[in-house]
């Protein structure tokens, strides 16, 4: 069992910057990857960012790619998400998950066994 706590959200202006952590406790040492998704009100829970824990490997969605930044500290079992140039269709709330198995789809929720409670981020314009 994976626990996940995110911790850095917040109320930031439009080009402000946030850093986001995921802290992990449990059966991290099984972990394959980590991933940031993110759901607007009304909105379907969508892909942000991931890392594969072997290699270090990173993928972003197209709409923060050049602005976020996922990186992980496996020492700390912590993952962040480096957040630049925000904007307000930024704001949502933000999750962390973990994938035990290796993935189909990084980009998939499905491909995900654990979830963290979410962490607020509100850009204003």
């Not at 099984?30 to 991931?50: I, L």
Request: aromatic content about 14%; some cysteine.
């Amino acid at each position: 069992q994976v626990h996940l706590v995110e911790s850095g959200g917040g109320l930031v202006q439009t080009g402000g910057s946030l850093r986001l952590s995921c802290a992990a406790s449990g059966g991290t040492f099984s972990t394959y990857g980590m991933g940031w998704f993110r759901q607007a009100p009304g909105k379907e829970r969508e892909f942000v960012a991931a890392t594969r824990l072997p290699d270090s490997s990173t993928y972003y969605a197209d709409s923060v790619k050049g602005r976020f930044t996922i990186s992980s500290n496996n020492a700390k079992n912590t993952v962040y998400l480096q957040m630049n140039s925000l904007r307000p269709e930024d704001t949502a709330v933000y999750y962390c998950a973990a994938a035990q198995t290796v993935w189909a789809r990084y980009y998939y929720t499905a491909s995900y066994d654990y979830w963290g409670q979410g962490t607020q981020v509100t850009v204003s314009s």
